[in-house]
């Protein structure tokens, strides 16, 4: 090894262990004034999927500390719920939300518009659910015509038997100020234990805004430090690797990297980067941090039992939005009114001297010389003529017969005398 790069190792060794950010950005233009729009927020300091206990019959995990949903529409409406411990769909309804003959706590800080305007959780007692627990916790939510936010923490966050979490904590901001608009929120945990690995200073990152017909989009997520069994790695999109892997590619901590792997797979736990993503349109955006994703799971037990798996996010946010310009309405002219102008006709008197001055007639309009009649034109004299036929049938007909058979009448009697 050169001295040059024992002097760089040196140097690197007295860095901080991790200081990861991955961030992602991106912009688009688009007509200045909206119509309609909506945006909504989804955080959570940390959140678990998947399931568990297999030795003691399966159940599914879907559960959160310090987590946040808010909207705002052009409605306008507007809400947000902020939790500092959300238990999940099962706990909710097979436990029913009670623990015995006690009731479960599971609070809440919740706001709409229309409607309660604001909701403030102070401080929260520690909380057990099933094989989660939590500790005290706080929450506050707001809602408005065009604004909304919540903030919410948790203390310490357990599934027993898999994971130690403290300090959770989850914000979010909607508002709209004329023709902009703005999302923000933040996601992360001060420190994740998941069985070797540990993790501090996980956050989570996401913003959108529409400001003067500009739209931008960015999500990021950072790592502050981890370790494996004590000894310092990095993380990435791949997975692990020791301190320094990128100054020594092929010596002692390559083999470092190799030996934490096998330590993680061991304890059946991997962990990655998910790579934040933020597209942006021209009539809306989308701003997701990604996350730290940390897998756990056991092996299947004898008989075919299906083994534990479980999935951990932590500092993961999501924001999306979406709007419509306002359609113009082109004005309509109409072309100035001119009325009607009369043509008129001069006669000249060609008598004497002495005959009256020119007069001015104006134009007479002549008679109509025919009748238009179903489309078709008939001259005045077929007008009478054919009223003075229907005349003869209408009346002379009747007047006819009646004449014939009284004449029929008086030859019958004749002929019997």
Same mark, same amino acid.
């Given at each position: 090894?050169?001295?040059?790069?024992?002097?760089?190792?040196?140097?690197?060794?007295?860095?901080?262990?991790?200081?990861?950010?991955?961030?992602?950005?991106?912009?688009?233009?688009?007509?200045?004034?909206?119509?309609?729009?909506?945006?909504?927020?989804?955080?959570?300091?940390?959140? *678990?999927?998947?399931?568990?206990?297999?030795?003691?019959?399966?159940?599914?995990?879907? *559960?959160?500390?310090?987590?946040?949903?808010?909207?705002?529409?052009?409605?306008?409406?507007?809400?947000?719920?902020?939790?500092?411990?959300?238990?999940?769909? +099962?706990?909710?309804?097979?436990?029913?939300?009670?623990?015995?003959?006690?009731?479960?706590?599971?609070?809440?800080?919740?706001?709409?518009?229309?409607?309660?305007?604001?909701?403030?959780?102070?401080?929260?007692?520690?909380?057990?659910?099933?094989?989660?627990?939590? /500790?005290?916790?706080?929450?506050?939510?707001?809602?408005?015509?065009?604004?909304?936010?919540?903030?919410?923490?948790?203390?310490?966050?357990?599934?027993?038997?898999?994971?130690?979490?403290?300090?959770?904590?989850?914000?979010?901001?909607?508002?709209?100020?004329?023709?902009?608009?703005?999302?923000?929120?933040?996601? /992360?945990?001060?420190? +994740?234990?998941?069985?070797?690995?540990?993790?501090?200073?996980?956050?989570?990152?996401?913003?959108?805004?529409?400001?003067?017909?500009?739209?931008?989009?960015?999500? #990021?997520?950072?790592?502050?430090?981890?370790?494996?069994?004590?000894?310092?790695?990095?993380?990435?999109?791949?997975?692990?690797?020791?301190?320094?892997?990128?100054?020594?590619?092929?010596?002692?901590?390559?083999?470092?990297?190799?030996?934490?792997?096998?330590?993680?797979?061991?304890?059946?736990?991997?962990?990655?980067? +998910?790579?934040?993503?933020?597209?942006?349109?021209?009539?809306?955006?989308?701003?997701?941090?990604?996350?730290?994703?940390?897998?756990?799971?056991?092996?299947?037990?004898?008989?075919?039992?299906?083994?534990?798996?479980?999935?951990?996010?932590?500092?993961?946010?999501?924001?999306?939005? *979406?709007?419509?310009?306002?359609?113009?309405?082109?004005?309509?002219?109409?072309?100035?009114?001119?009325?009607? =102008?009369?043509?008129?006709?001069?006669?000249?008197?060609?008598?004497?001297?002495?005959?009256?001055?020119?007069?001015?007639?104006?134009?007479? =309009?002549?008679?109509?010389?025919?009748?238009?009649?179903? #489309?078709?034109?008939?001259?005045?004299?077929?007008?009478?003529?054919?009223?003075?036929?229907?005349?003869? +049938?209408?009346? /002379? /007909?009747?007047?006819?017969?009646?004449?014939?058979?009284?004449?029929?009448?008086?030859?019958?009697?004749?002929?019997?005398?």
């Amino acid at each position: 090894m050169s001295r040059r790069l024992v002097l760089a190792w040196a140097i690197a060794s007295m860095l901080p262990v991790v200081l990861l950010a991955a961030t992602a950005a991106g912009a688009a233009d688009q007509p200045s004034h909206i119509a309609s729009y909506a945006t909504t927020v989804i955080a959570g300091g940390l959140t *678990s999927g998947g399931t568990v206990g297999a030795s003691g019959g399966l159940v599914t995990i879907d *559960s959160a500390s310090a987590y946040i949903r808010a909207r705002l529409d052009s409605g306008p409406s507007s809400a947000v719920v902020a939790d500092p411990v959300e238990p999940g769909a +099962l706990v909710r309804t097979l436990v029913g939300q009670t623990v015995g003959q006690q009731t479960l706590p599971i609070p809440a800080a919740e706001a709409q518009y229309p409607g309660t305007g604001s909701s403030t959780l102070d401080v929260i007692p520690a909380t057990a659910a099933g094989p989660l627990s939590t /500790g005290a916790g706080s929450a506050t939510a707001k809602a408005a015509a065009t604004a909304a936010s919540g903030q919410t923490t948790a203390s310490t966050s357990e599934l027993s038997g898999v994971y130690q979490g403290s300090g959770s904590y989850s914000t979010a901001s909607l508002a709209r100020t004329g023709d902009d608009l703005v999302a923000e929120s933040s996601s /992360g945990v001060s420190k +994740l234990v998941v069985g070797p690995l540990t993790v501090a200073g996980v956050e989570g990152t996401a913003s959108i805004k529409l400001i003067a017909g500009r739209r931008t989009s960015v999500a #990021g997520i950072t790592v502050g430090s981890a370790s494996v069994a004590g000894t310092p790695v990095t993380i990435d999109g791949d997975g692990v690797h020791a301190a320094g892997q990128t100054l020594v590619p092929l010596g002692p901590v390559q083999q470092t990297t190799e030996q934490l792997n096998q330590q993680l797979a061991a304890a059946g736990v991997a962990v990655h980067l +998910l790579e934040a993503t933020n597209p942006v349109t021209a009539t809306g955006a989308s701003a997701d941090s990604g996350g730290l994703v940390i897998t756990v799971s056991s092996p299947p037990l004898p008989g075919g039992v299906a083994g534990n798996t479980l999935t951990l996010y932590a500092g993961r946010t999501v924001e999306t939005e *979406s709007d419509s310009p306002e359609i113009p309405v082109p004005a309509v002219t109409f072309p100035p009114f001119v009325p009607a =102008q009369t043509t008129t006709t001069t006669i000249y008197s060609g008598g004497d001297l002495g005959a009256p001055a020119p007069t001015a007639v104006g134009n007479q =309009q002549a008679p109509a010389r025919f009748v238009a009649i179903v #489309g078709r034109r008939l001259t005045i004299l077929e007008v009478l003529l054919a009223f003075a036929l229907w005349q003869l +049938l209408t009346l /002379g /007909g009747p007047t006819l017969t009646t004449l014939v058979r009284r004449r029929r009448r008086q030859r019958a009697l004749g002929a019997r005398l």
